[in-house]
T-cell receptor
Framework: GESVGLHLPTLSVQEGDNSIINCAYS??????FIWYKQESGKGPQFIID?????DKRQGQRVTVLLNKTVKHLSLQIAATQPGDSAVYFC?????????FGTGTSLTVIP | EAGVTQFPSHSVIEKGQTVTLRCDPI?????LYWYRRVMGKEIKFLLH????????ESGMPNNRFLAERTGGTYSTLKVQPAELEDSGVYFC?????????????FGPGTRLTVL
């Protein structure tokens, strides 16, 4: 089966600092990856995606890095704000189903 | 535009009872997905509808789970009879285009507790 996991289940950062959330995946055939943010009481919300033919993609305050050699995905959040506090999930797919990680809980300390 | 909605938001039932969860996708989205997250674990795929047809139901745990999408609009997920291990948060998502590379919009989830 698939194995998509996160290195750290919880992460606390000071407001204004940068956050890095990591994710490991096991299927080298996965060609599409997504980061989702889940706030309390809500469903996962799309943040940013990346295809396997890229190694970096930037959005607004977020950057996703993909290292296919070591099958590692990371989400960087610049100038972390209190509103960034949430659980972050990575997901991978080969084109059929999505496989999600267990999630990392990010807490921003004011 | 309304997002994906799910009902109920919470359900507490006893082992052996039946529960039916409902999902209303975004209007015009042909693709509807059900997922489940058991406490502290990953979000797991259950099944995928394209309109009223089951495209992929490989993630359904067992035959106690029945999903329907009559008319290709809203979907229901029935658990009968419920077991303790069925507890978790059930998410529904929808997307416009067929294919997992299209953005899936998630509902808020239904938290199911089986006692």
């Amino acid at each position: 089966g698939e194995s998509v996991g996160l290195h750290l289940p919880t992460l606390s950062v000071q407001e204004g600092d940068n956050s890095i959330i990591n994710c490991a995946y096991s299927n080298s055939a996965s060609d599409y990856f997504i980061w989702y943010k889940q706030e309390s009481g809500k469903g996962p919300q799309f943040i940013i995606d990346i295809r396997s033919n890229m190694d970096k993609r930037q959005g607004q305050r977020v950057t996703v890095l993909l290292n296919k050699t070591v099958k590692h995905l990371s989400l960087q959040i610049a100038a972390t704000q209190p509103g960034d506090s949430a659980v972050y999930f990575c997901a991978e797919t080969t084109g059929n189903q999505f496989y999600f990680g267990t999630g990392t809980s990010l807490t921003v300390i004011p | 535009e309304a997002g994906v909605t799910q009902f109920p938001s919470h359900s507490v039932i006893e082992k052996g009872q039946t529960v039916t969860l409902r999902c209303d996708p975004i209007s015009g989205h042909d693709n509807l997905y059900w997922y489940r997250r058991v406490m502290g674990k990953e979000i797991k795929f259950l099944l995928h509808f394209v309109k009223e047809s089951k495209q992929d139901e490989s993630g359904m745990p067992n035959n106690r789970f029945l999903a329907e999408r009559t008319g290709g609009t809203y979907s229901t997920l029935k658990v009968q009879p419920a077991e303790l291990e069925d507890s978790g948060v059930y998410f529904c998502a929808s997307s416009q285009v067929w294919g997992t590379t299209d953005t899936q919009y998630f509902g808020p989830g239904t938290r199911l507790t089986v006692l």
